[in-house]
């Protein structure tokens, strides 16, 4: 019984891992799954520095996917306006998407939220074309390499509990 229990609480880590891609918070959802687990099996060889540092992991994960947006757009020359768009678009793209091939949408629209977001606040400003395009290419990707560094937290996250929740 516990090997099915076990199989399940990884298949359902590995759920909420994928989760990260639709603009949810899948490795918070892990760190609390695992919470679970413990209390329902105290045995688990995992003590308070286990899941304080769970929770360092997916609170970096967070920062980076916030700093790495950020960052991208600074880089390519875009305003404390344009990326504050950039993260309210990348938001409401993740969630207009959602709906769309089977959830799949939730990352493209989060990725062209993040552009699209960032286009508008910047021609607001006054920035011309050209530049606003720059400017939003570099959020977009910071939003990419955002996804990137945070799915790659979780799945570290993952590896690490595999050995604490499996018998």
């Known amino acids: ?8 609480l990884l298949l359902l880590m590995l759920l909420a891992w994928a989760s990260i891609f639709f603009s949810l ?20 060889p995992a003590g308070w520095w286990f899941f304080l540092g769970l929770l360092l992991l997916a609170a970096i994960g967070e920062a980076l996917e916030f700093a790495s947006q950020w960052w991208g757009g600074k880089r390519y020359g875009g305003s404390s306006r344009g ?11 993740a969630i207009v998407g959602a709906p769309f091939f089977l959830g799949v949408g939730a990352l493209v629209g989060a990725v062209a939220g993040a552009f699209l ?7 607001v400003s006054g920035k011309e074309v ?5 400017a939003s290419k570099g959020a977009m990707l910071g939003r990419v ?3 990137a560094a945070k799915a790659g937290l979780g799945m570290v996250l993952i590896v690490l509990a595999l050995p604490k929740v499996w018998p």
């Open 1 to 8: 019984m516990i090997y099915f229990a076990a199989a399940l």
């Open 25 to 44: 918070p899948g490795n918070w959802i892990n760190v609390a799954l695992l919470g679970l687990w413990k209390l329902f099996y105290p045995e688990m």
């Open 83 to 93: 990326n504050w768009g950039s993260l309210a678009g990348a938001l409401v793209g």
């Open 117 to 123: 977001g960032s286009l508008i606040l910047e021609l």
């Open 130 to 134: 050209a530049r606003a395009i720059h």
């Open 145 to 147: 390499l955002g996804f």
